[in-house]
Antibody, heavy 125, light 110 residues
Framework: QVQLQESGPGLVKSSQSVSLTCSVS??????????WNWIRHLPGKGLEWIGY???????QSNPSLKSRVSLSVDTSKNQFSLELDSVTAADTAVYYC?????????????????WGRGIRVTVSS | QSVLTQPPSASATPGQTITISCSGS????????VYWYQQLPGTAPKLLIY???QRPAGVPARFTASKSGTSASLAVSGLQSEDEADYYC???????????FGGGTKLTAL
């Protein structure tokens, strides 16, 4: 069974960067062919897809966040990471990492079949 | 304001059938797959439907979904109290080049 676990700071100051890491167990980032995503739940506003990374380092991000988002992967640790720059109060959210299973990535859409429990990130002034 | 429009709330009596709608456009639902997620309070979203009408293993058959044109719907038959949750639709948007979600519908079993 695939398990994902987010880690990182729960409190970040405005204008700084926040780095989050997702540790994966029960699946191999390097070998499975899955895509590894970040999604956030903004309070009172619902879910927002941030982007994904493939084991090769190929990424695709939400254009609305692309200029502030960096995605990276460490296959030796079976982890992938998100760095979000220049954060503001609008970035306060619960951040989830999630898997798109192998063979289900399609130009017509893709789903998230395994999710981490989420990490709450609060941006303070 | 979400690109995919869902009613903010829906309710029905246990045992009844309730349908949640998701309205989009040709750049998303009209041309791409639709996905549905269930989020129970304090937990991560759970995949309910993928590729418009497919149920993952373990999801009860009373959850069904379909789409017509630029709208999609999720039906829950034989509503149970444990179905009380937030439900989100999602789709790829060709114009935005992004996965997008609806604003979510809070389902209540009266």
């Amino acid at each position: 069974q695939v398990q994902l676990q987010e880690s990182g700071p729960g409190l970040v100051k405005s204008s700084q960067s926040v780095s989050l890491t997702c540790s994966v167990s029960g699946d191999s980032i390097r070998h499975s062919g899955a895509y590894w995503n970040w999604i956030r739940h903004l309070p009172g506003k619902g879910l927002e897809w941030i982007g994904y990374i493939y084991f090769s380092g190929y990424t695709q991000s939400n254009p609305s966040l692309k200029s502030r988002v960096s995605l990276s992967v460490d296959t030796s640790k079976n982890q992938f990471s998100l760095e979000l720059d220049s954060v503001t109060a609008a970035d306060t959210a619960v951040y989830y990492c999630a898997r798109t299973p192998p063979l289900f990535y399609d130009r017509s859409g893709f789903h998230f079949d395994s999710w981490g429990r989420g990490i709450r990130v609060t941006v303070s002034s | 304001q979400s690109v995919l429009t869902q009613p903010p709330s829906a309710s029905a009596t246990p045992g009844q059938t309730i349908t949640i709608s998701c309205s989009g456009s040709n750049s998303n639902i009209g041309d791409n797959y639709v996905y549905w997620y269930q989020q129970l309070p304090g937990t991560a979203p759970k995949l309910l439907i993928y590729r418009t009408d497919q149920r993952p293993a373990g999801v009860p058959a009373r959850f069904t979904a379909s789409k017509s044109g630029t709208s999609a719907s999720l039906a829950v038959s034989g509503l149970q109290s444990e179905d009380e949750a937030d439900y989100y639709c999602a789709s790829w948007d060709d114009s935005l080049s992004s996965m997008i979600f609806g604003g979510g519908t809070k389902l209540t079993a009266l």
